[in-house]
T-cell receptor
Framework: DQQVKQNSPSLSVQEGRISILNCDYT??????FLWYKKYPAEGPTFLIS?????DKNEDGRFTVFLNKSAKHLSLHIVPSQPGDSAVYFC?????????????FGQGTELSVKP | GAVVSQHPSWVICKSGTSVKIECRSL??????MFWYRQFPKQSLMLMAT?????????EQGVEKDKFLINHASLTLSTLTVTSAHPEDSSFYIC????????????FGPGTRLTVT
C-alpha cells in the first residue's frame, strides 16, 4: 500500500519558468509533509516542510501548498534554475508513529534546461 | 546544521560475508536513527527504526536476523548485513531524527554496497 505517491517520474522545465511537483497521500493522520532533494549516490537534502494545520509555506524560491481535502501537496520552484535539476522526494510523517518515521514517495526527476 | 556521517561510503564484498555500516551524528545526539535502502531509480524504503539502548523496530518484510541494527550510543548506530547476497546490493542511507518535526530528519551521505 503506497501511502505517499508521486505519479510523475520526471519533469522537464525551462530555466526561469515555474516547476510544479505533485504528491498525493492516503493517510489523513500525517502531521508533517516534507520535500527532499536528492542527487545520485548522495543522501537526501531537506528543502521545505509544511505542517498539516497549514495550507502554504514559503521559503525563498520554494513554496509548498497543502490541500488536505484532496490529500494533495505540491512544491513550486520559481524561478527554476539548472542547479535545481535533481530527484525530488515528497515524504510524510506522523509523530505518533515511531517518532516520526518518514514515508517517501517514488520521486520525481526534475530537469531544468538552460 | 546537523551533520550525519556514514562509513564506509562504498563497499564491495563477497557473497556469504558480513558487512557493517556505521552511522554517526557528528554534532548532536540522536535518540532515534532510521535506516533506509534505495534501489536504482526507486524510492527510499524504510528498513528499521533504531532507538538508543533498545531493540530496533523493523518494517514489515525486513529480516531482522539478516540486517542487524545496533544503537549503542546517542551518536552511533550500526547496520550489519549478514551473509550478504548479490540481491542485498543497494544504496543504504541512515538518518537521525531531530526534535523539530518540521525539519524532518538529517540524512547521511549513504553507503553503496555491492555484493559479488
Amino acid at each position: 500500500d503506497q501511502q505517499v505517491k508521486q505519479n510523475s517520474p520526471s519533469l522537464s522545465v525551462q530555466e526561469g519558468r515555474i516547476s510544479i511537483l505533485n504528491c498525493d497521500y492516503t493517510n489523513s493522520m500525517f502531521d508533517y509533509f516534507l520535500w527532499y532533494k536528492k542527487y545520485p549516490a548522495e543522501g537526501p537534502t531537506f528543502l521545505i516542510s509544511i505542517s498539516s494545520i497549514k495550507d502554504k509555506n514559503e521559503d525563498g524560491r520554494f513554496t509548498v501548498f497543502l490541500n488536505k481535502s484532496a490529500k494533495h501537496l505540491s512544491l513550486h520552484i520559481v524561478p527554476s534554475q539548472p542547479g535545481d535539476s535533481a530527484v525530488y522526494f515528497c515524504a510524510a510523517s506522523a509523530l505518533w508513529n515511531q517518532g516520526g518515521k518518514l514515508i517517501f514517495g517514488q520521486g520525481t526527476e526534475l530537469s531544468v534546461k538552460p | 546544521g546537523a551533520v550525519v556521517s556514514q562509513h564506509p561510503s562504498w563497499v564491495i564484498c563477497k557473497s556469504g560475508t558480513s558487512v557493517k555500516i556505521e552511522c554517526r551524528s557528528l554534532d548532536f545526539q540522536a535518540t532515534t536513527m532510521f535506516w533506509y535502502r534505495q534501489f536504482p531509480k526507486q524510492s527510499l524504503m524504510l528498513m528499521a527504526t533504531s532507538n538508543e539502548g533498545s531493540k530496533a523496530t523493523y518494517e514489515q518484510g525486513v529480516e531482522k536476523d539478516k540486517f542487524l541494527i545496533n544503537h549503542a550510543s546517542l551518536t552511533l548506530s550500526t547496520l550489519t548485513v549478514t551473509s550478504a547476497h548479490p540481491e542485498d546490493s543497494s544504496f543504504y542511507i541512515c538518518s537521525a531524527g531531530v526534535a523539530d518535526p518540521g525539519s524532518g530528519q538529517y540524512f547521511g551521505p549513504g553507503t553503496r554496497l555491492t555484493v559479488t
